[in-house]
Every structure is written in C-alpha cells, then in structure tokens.
C-alpha cells in the first residue's frame, strides 16, 4: 500500500523567511495531494493541494510543487507570519479516495 | 456549502465508562464517512471508514466500534473505556464523485479517559 514520509518533523524560522516541508510518496498511481493546516485543538484545515496533471499550484504566499518522477511534492511558505505556526500534513491519495498522511510536521515561526 | 459536525468537545470519562461520540454532515448526499485519532503530538491514525450506511471498515482492532445509522451520521462507541483511548478523535468525509476530491475534517473531540 501507500507509504507517505515527511520531513522535517519540525522546522523553526524567523518571520519573514520561507519554509518548505517535503513529502514523498511510494505508490505511483496517487494522482492526488492535498496538505493540511492543524491549530492547536482544531482540526485540520485545507490550505492547497494538487493534482498529478500539475507540477506547481500557488495561492499567495502558499505553493506546493510535485515531482512524479521523483514521487515527491513539497509545501512552500514564504514570507511567514506568526500565524503560520502550526502542525501541517501531507496526503496522498488515488482518485480521491484512500488517503494516506504523512506524520507531520511541526512549524514554528519566531518573531 | 457543506458542513461537517461533531460532538461533544470535550470529554472527560472515567475508565470503564462508555463513549459515544457524533458526527453529522450537511449539504452532501452519500459521502464516505471516515473517524481518526490522534494522540497528543501525533499524526493522524485511521480508525473506521464507511461508503455507505451499515457499511463499516475497521483499520485497526480495539475496543472501539463505528456505526452509520444514516447517511450522514456516524457514531464512535465504546462499551468500556480504556485509558490509551484518550486522544483527538475527529471526524471527516469526502466525496465519492468527482477526482481529486479532498477530505473535510470536523473541529475534532478531546476525549480523557481518567
């Protein structure tokens, strides 16, 4: 089945500076990618995702870029605020359905 | 828009109590109905899925059971609880049509089993 690793587990940064979180996937046929934002007891919320017919997707300061070939794709944060610290989540998913989560990785950024 | 519910919050039950915790979605017919858990720090484990009412799959065996009595209701039960129980337990669903379609989470439930 579908394995998802990411890394780094957690990351800190200055604000202002960018960050990237990566995620890669084993089964080649996950054609689906979304990544998730989790705050301190609340549940995980919807920032991007992307699908397999797209290499790079962006919406603000938010991007995430995919690498079939690779099996990777990766989350990037630039300019970061306070506000984006928060715990984010990787997924891989075929068609949709079966989604498997990568394990997290934790984001603190300093003021 | 659709919406996704579920209750209580926060829970705090002594050990070998039940649990029932309820989950409901709005603005969708059919959705897959899904539960995980989460321990404090941790990522998100699977534990039940369903595509369809009295359709339950189990991802992991405890003591922990799913039901889906109506379309968009899906209910975690336990009859005794135990203390690892205690975690984030949330709640989601996604679309069964359509491709790429994302999964929805609700506000979560903290459960402590003391």
């Known amino acids: 089945g579908e394995n998802v690793e990411q890394h780094p587990s957690t990351l800190s940064v200055q604000e202002g500076d960018s960050a990237v979180i990566k995620c890669t996937y084993s089964?080649?046929?996950?054609?689906?990618f979304p990544w998730y934002k989790q705050e301190l007891g609340k549940g995980p919320q919807l920032i991007i995702d992307?699908?397999?017919?797209?290499g790079e997707k962006k919406d603000q300061r938010i991007a995430v870029t995919l690498n079939k070939t690779a099996k990777h794709f990766s989350l990037h944060i630039t300019e970061t605020q306070p506000e984006d610290s928060a715990v984010y989540f990787c997924?891989?998913?075929?068609?949709?359905?079966?989604?498997?989560f990568g394990p997290g990785t934790r984001l603190s950024v300093l003021p | 828009s659709q919406t996704i519910h579920q209750w209580p919050a926060t829970l705090v039950q002594p050990v070998g109590s039940p649990l029932s915790l309820e989950c409901t979605v709005e603005?969708?017919?059919?959705?897959?109905l899904y539960w995980y858990r989460q321990a404090a720090g941790r990522g998100l484990q699977l534990l039940f899925y369903?595509?369809?009412?009295?359709?339950i799959s189990s991802e992991v065996p405890q003591n922990l059971s799913a039901s889906r009595p109506q379309d968009r209701q899906f209910i975690l039960s336990s009859k005794k609880l135990l203390l690892s129980d205690s975690g984030f337990y949330l709640c989601?669903?996604?679309?069964?049509?359509?491709?790429?379609?994302?999964?929805?989470f609700g506000e979560g439930s903290w459960l402590t089993v003391v």
């Open positions: 992307i699908r397999s017919n797209v």
């Open positions: 089964d080649s046929a996950s054609n689906y």
């Open positions: 603005g969708t017919s059919n959705p897959n």
């Open positions: 369903s595509v369809g009412i009295g359709q």
């Open positions: 989601a669903w996604s679309s069964k049509t359509g491709l790429g379609n994302t999964i929805y």
């Open positions: 997924a891989a998913s075929i068609l949709g359905q079966n989604f498997v």
